[in-house]
């Protein structure tokens, strides 16, 4: 019998066993025992007593399970803009300073804990703290008229050098693609994670050249391939001719094919999605302000301060493959580490994460997205 069935057969039979007599009461104990399997005497507390509604976890208290020690952990979950376990627990040494000149001193208990915390036991805390969010929508629509010119990838590409980056879109259309609306497009480079975003109104050709002209001009490394779904806003003259002109290989996945474009897709709701949420955005002079976080706040905290994962080797295994990922790193980790990337470039790359502050941007992300829900509070319903 189930747990909610013996509730069920428990809440029939109480008022009747306390209204009964003594003999009476031993044939209720006894048809109870014989169809629940439960032991007697249990039973018999249990009538006394009544099913709690939630029952004390049996065992020892664990030590993790204080007050203070949960609001520390939330703060930091909340200032790496809700990162999982596994990426919280690499994340939280070099959050510490920063938290301790935000809020003061950790204790040593509440260090020794952080230390020790396995990124089970994070996720088992900060469960019924995460929120839902719904899914949004997939609005791409094909450039058929270039579908021929562009070559489609079939293969991995270099996944060594920095500069080859996949591309896509996301729409802030709320629940209806109707009308003109904000776009958001993401670019993400293969090697290193390293993701940038801008906001585009609509998703015509000269808006989206604009866009990539602007996250080219501001990376750390040289853009050497550019991967794109087949959209119509990357399937077009203008950015067959600026990469041809600036020699950026240019090639796209096959249609209705997600994983072709696997590492851009994943950061959709991580960038873009996690930042400015489902609603519909369809005023144009919220870009300016997006674009202001997406290139410095929130390209900074992603970029600099958010360790993520990278895929090590993929195995197969029967029917089955099994992937193996290596140790959470940031992109500014994963670009300083790379060969390939001029001296010059890691140094000032250095000389800017010296001047940062994650709770810092945090701080001033908030601000500026408040601004931003107020010009766009008739249609921001869902942040």
């Known amino acids: ?88 627990k690499a994340a939280i040494p070099a959050y510490i300073p920063f938290y301790e000149e935000m809020y003061g001193a950790l204790s040593s208990e509440a260090r020794a804990l952080l230390g020790s915390i396995s990124p089970a ?67 993400t480079d293969i090697a290193t994670s390293w993701t940038e975003n801008r906001a585009v109104w609509t998703r015509n050709a000269d808006n989206t050249i604009a866009a990539i002209r602007d996250i080219h001009a501001g990376l750390p490394f040289n853009l050497r391939g550019f991967d794109c779904d087949n959209g119509g806003e990357f399937l077009n003259d203008k950015v067959i001719r600026y990469c041809t002109k600036e020699g950026i290989q240019l090639t796209r996945s096959r249609p209705y094919r997600k994983n072709d474009s696997a590492h851009v897709e994943q950061k959709n709701y991580t960038t873009a999605r996690q930042l400015f949420g489902y609603g519909r955005l369809e005023n144009p002079d919220l870009i300016p302000l997006m674009n202001d976080i997406y290139k410095h706040e929130w390209c900074w905290f992603n970029n600099f301060w958010r ?25 500014y ?41 107020q010009l766009a509070k008739i249609t921001f319903e869902d942040w």
């Open 307 to 331: 360790p993520c994962f990278k895929l090590k080797e993929k195995i197969k295994v029967g029917s089955k493959y099994k992937r193996v990922y290596d140790t959470p790193k940031t992109p």
């Open 333 to 373: 980790q994963r670009v300083l580490e790379n060969p390939t990337i001029p001296d010059e470039k890691k140094e000032e790359l250095k000389a800017l994460y010296a001047t940062m502050n994650p709770f810092a941007l945090q701080k001033e992300m908030d601000r500026k997205l408040r601004r931003i829900k």
């Open 121 to 187: 036991t994070i996720d088992r805390i900060l469960r019924p703290k995460k929120a839902q969010l719904g899914k949004g929508k997939s609005l791409t629509r094909g450039g058929k008229l270039k579908r021929d010119e562009i070559p489609i990838l079939t293969d991995y590409w270099n996944n060594v050098q920095p500069g080859f980056m996949e591309a896509d879109t996301v729409a802030h259309c709320g629940n209806s693609a109707q009308g003109p609306f904000i776009w958001t497009l993401t670019m």
């Open 1 to 88: 019998m189930t747990l909610r069935g013996r509730r069920e057969y428990f809440q029939a039979v109480i008022r009747r066993y306390h209204r009964s007599g003594k003999k009476q009461k031993g044939i209720i104990l006894s048809e109870f025992c014989a169809t629940t399997g439960l032991n007697r005497s249990y039973v018999i507390r249990l009538f006394n007593a009544g099913y709690r509604q939630q029952r004390k976890k049996p065992g020892r208290r664990s030590k993790y399970d204080t007050t203070g020690f949960r609001l520390v952990l939330a703060r930091f979950w909340s200032g790496t803009q809700y990162l999982c376990g596994r990426l919280l």
